[in-house]
C-alpha cells in the first residue's frame, strides 16, 4: 500500500460485471487498501456515504445507465472524494484498463495506479488508448467540426442528462437529439456510446 497525505488510500470500486471488479480488487490489494466492491448505482451511493474513501474507481457503464447521478450525489456530498471513471471500449479503440485487468496484464494494474495518484494530486488522467483516439478524431478539417449545436447536446451528455431531458432543455424534439448524437458519432468516427462519453470527457 502507499500513503497519501500521510494515510493509506482508501478505494471504494464500482463495476458492472462482479468478475472485473474481483479481478481489479486483486490487482489493486497489494497496493492500496480496496474498502468495498459494488455492482450498481444505489449500492454505490449507499458505500460511498459509509465508507467515505478517497477514490472512487467506477466502471462508467454503471453511471451512463442512470445519467451520472452516482457521480453527482457523490461529488455533492463528498468533494474531497476523487472519481475516476474507466470504461470496456471497442476493439478499434483500443483495450481499455478492464479489459487489461481480465486478462490478468501487469500494465492495467500499473494503469489503474497512475490513474488513482494523479487523481489524488487533483490531475487529470486519459487511458493511453482514450489519448490516441482523441488526436484521432481530432481533425479540423470541415467534415469533422461539430455545430453549435452538437457542442451543446455532446455537454449535456456527458454530464449525464437522458436524451429525453436535453431535448426538454434544448427545445428540441427527441428524433433531434438522436439525429445530433449519431452524427457527431458520424463525424467523429467513434461507433459506440462508451467511445463518444470518452470523447466528450
Same mark, same amino acid.
Not at 22 to 45: C, F, S, T, W, Y
Given at each position: 500500500?502507499?500513503?497519501?497525505?500521510?494515510?493509506?488510500?482508501?478505494?471504494?470500486?464500482?463495476? =458492472?460485471? +462482479?468478475?472485473?471488479?474481483?479481478?481489479?480488487?486483486?490487482?489493486?490489494?497489494?497496493?492500496?487498501?480496496?474498502?468495498? #466492491?459494488?455492482?450498481?448505482?444505489?449500492?454505490?451511493?449507499?458505500?460511498?456515504?459509509? $465508507?467515505?474513501?478517497?477514490?472512487?474507481?467506477?466502471?462508467?457503464?454503471?453511471?451512463?445507465?442512470? /445519467?451520472?447521478?452516482?457521480?453527482?450525489?457523490?461529488?455533492?456530498?463528498?468533494?474531497?472524494?476523487?472519481?475516476?471513471?474507466?470504461? %470496456?471500449?471497442?476493439? =478499434?479503440? /483500443?483495450?481499455?484498463?478492464?479489459?487489461?485487468?481480465?486478462?490478468?496484464?501487469?500494465?492495467? +494494474?500499473?494503469?489503474?495506479?497512475?490513474? #488513482?495518484?494523479? %487523481?489524488?494530486? /487533483?490531475?487529470?488522467?486519459?487511458?493511453?488508448?482514450?489519448?490516441?483516439?482523441?488526436?484521432? *478524431?481530432?481533425?479540423?478539417?470541415?467534415?469533422?467540426?461539430?455545430?453549435?449545436?452538437?457542442?451543446?447536446?455532446?455537454? $449535456? $451528455?456527458?454530464?449525464?442528462?437522458?436524451?429525453? !431531458?436535453?431535448?426538454?432543455?434544448?427545445?428540441? *424534439?427527441?428524433? *433531434?437529439?438522436?439525429?445530433?448524437?449519431?452524427?457527431?458519432?458520424?463525424?467523429?468516427?467513434?461507433?459506440? !456510446?462508451? /467511445?463518444?462519453? !470518452?470523447?466528450?470527457?
Amino acid at each position: 500500500m502507499y500513503r497519501h497525505c500521510s494515510k493509506w488510500v482508501r478505494i471504494l470500486v464500482a463495476a =458492472d460485471h +462482479a468478475p472485473v471488479a474481483a479481478k481489479i480488487n486483486r490487482m489493486l490489494a497489494p497496493e492500496l487498501e480496496v474498502v468495498g #466492491i459494488v455492482h450498481d448505482n444505489q449500492a454505490l451511493i449507499k458505500a460511498a456515504l459509509d $465508507l467515505k474513501p478517497d477514490v472512487v474507481l467506477i466502471d462508467i457503464a454503471i453511471s451512463i445507465r442512470d /445519467g451520472l447521478q452516482a457521480v453527482e450525489a457523490i461529488i455533492q456530498r463528498l468533494p474531497q472524494t476523487k472519481i475516476i471513471l474507466h470504461t %470496456a471500449t471497442a476493439k =478499434d479503440e /483500443g483495450r481499455s484498463c478492464a479489459e487489461k485487468a481480465w486478462a490478468g496484464e501487469a500494465a492495467a +494494474a500499473r494503469e489503474f495506479s497512475d490513474a #488513482i495518484r494523479l %487523481a489524488l494530486k /487533483g490531475d487529470a488522467y486519459l487511458a493511453p488508448s482514450i489519448v490516441e483516439k482523441v488526436s484521432q *478524431t481530432s481533425d479540423t478539417s470541415s467534415s469533422r467540426q461539430l455545430t453549435d449545436r452538437e457542442y451543446e447536446v455532446l455537454a $449535456l $451528455l456527458a454530464a449525464g442528462y437522458p436524451m429525453k !431531458n436535453i431535448a426538454y432543455r434544448l427545445g428540441i *424534439t427527441y428524433r *433531434t437529439v438522436t439525429f445530433h448524437k449519431y452524427r457527431m458519432m458520424e463525424r467523429l468516427g467513434i461507433e459506440t !456510446n462508451a /467511445g463518444l462519453m !470518452n470523447y466528450a470527457l
